[in-house]
């Protein structure tokens, strides 16, 4: 399944708290880093599932993108402790 939002936190910011929160947060389903790059991360758990996850800048915003098979439950717990985007009114 494929989860998305949009947070005011920067890509990098996304992806740091998201690989401490699946390492340490999670004990039950814990995953960790397989790969990585600037603006995704790629994490390996329970069974060798996996968990893609994608943060890009979109102007003051950040688009994250998460795609598992069965971390759902899980994601939406992480996706629950980022910010979520709030555009200023003039």
Request: charged content about 20%; aromatic content about 8%.
């Amino acid at each position: 399944m494929v989860h998305t939002m949009v947070t005011d936190l920067a890509p990098g910011e996304v992806l740091a708290r998201a690989k401490a929160f699946f390492a340490e947060r999670v004990p039950h389903a814990s995953a960790f880093v397989e790969k990585e790059g600037p603006t995704w991360v790629v994490l390996r758990g329970q069974g060798g599932e996996e968990i893609a996850i994608q943060a890009t800048a979109d102007g003051a915003a950040t688009q994250v993108r998460a795609s598992t098979l069965l971390f759902d439950q899980a994601i939406g717990r992480f996706f629950s402790t980022l910010q979520p985007f709030t555009a200023e009114v003039a």
